[in-house]
């Protein structure tokens, strides 16, 4: 089970930011995405989120494009590098946006394991637009991983999180943290993908997918 992009070219107005890219995300694993400002990481990760659409991407074999909103929704979840609010929630409120998986009882342990695993179980009657940014990030961080949830492999199948530079504004501690937890997560059949600057050698992602550049020829792996 993968999220794949098969040889996909971008270009954004008259600049051209991916040529012949392909990537393969598999369920169950972490990948992390390493390079500088400007190489079309992100852009890279909108398309396999669909933001942008391309006819090269294919989740579990599928066209991309063919599944529902609703499945995608469940399946796949995405963590943008800034998120801002333009109405005065509260933190409980943002992370329950998050919430795709059914009955809201449920949804309401789910977001309390949430909160409590990614540490802002204590921020939860908190202003979202009061918090420091590094709090803003373990918000939306914690958002996305309630997106996905599910109990006992009872889910909908393989799933995605998708990551963009998740831990920019965080501490040693808290970004630790993320990590960590993006790992955890990847044994939930959840296919994870960072984008980070630099790569971390003996990270909390090591040995889980390792990390990976975008290579001059286009392939994503090794560089």
């Given at each position: 089970m993968t999220l794949q992009?098969?040889?996909?070219?971008?270009?954004?107005?008259?600049?051209?930011v991916l040529k012949d890219v392909s990537l393969q995300l598999a369920a169950g694993t972490v990948t992390a995405l390493?390079?500088?400002?400007?190489?079309?990481?992100?852009?890279?990760?909108?398309?396999?989120?669909?933001?942008?659409?391309?006819?090269?991407?294919?989740?579990?074999?599928?066209?991309?494009?063919?599944?529902g909103i609703r499945d995608l929704a469940r399946r796949r979840s995405v963590m943008t590098q800034s998120t801002s609010m333009a109405f005065d929630f509260l933190v409980a409120e943002v992370l329950a946006m998050g919430?795709?998986?059914?009955?809201?009882?449920l949804g309401t342990v789910a977001l309390n394991?949430?909160?409590?695993?990614?540490?802002?179980?204590h921020l939860l009657e908190r202003r979202f637009n009061t918090l420091s940014g590094g709090e803003?990030?373990?918000v939306q961080f914690a958002r996305c991983r309630l997106?996905?949830?599910?109990?006992?492999?009872?889910?909908p199948g393989s799933r995605y999180l998708l990551l963009d530079e998740p831990t920019s504004s965080l501490d040693l501690d808290h970004e630790l943290l993320v990590l960590r937890q993006?790992?955890?997560?990847?044994?939930?059949?959840?296919?994870?993908l960072?984008?980070?600057?630099?790569?971390?050698p003996g990270g909390p992602i090591r040995g889980s997918g390792g990390a990976s550049g975008q290579r001059r020829d286009g392939r994503v792996g090794p560089p």
């Open positions: 992009a098969d040889g996909v070219t971008l270009r954004l107005g008259a600049v051209q390493v390079g500088p400002n400007g190489a079309g990481k992100s852009s890279l990760l909108r398309v396999l989120s669909g933001e942008i659409a391309s006819r090269q991407v294919f989740m579990d074999s599928r066209p991309l494009a063919e599944v919430w795709v998986g059914g009955a809201q009882e394991e949430v909160a409590r695993d990614c540490r802002v179980d803003r990030q373990r997106q996905i949830w599910c109990r006992n492999d009872s889910g993006a790992r955890r997560v990847s044994a939930e059949n959840v296919g994870v960072v984008v980070l600057h630099e790569p971390q």
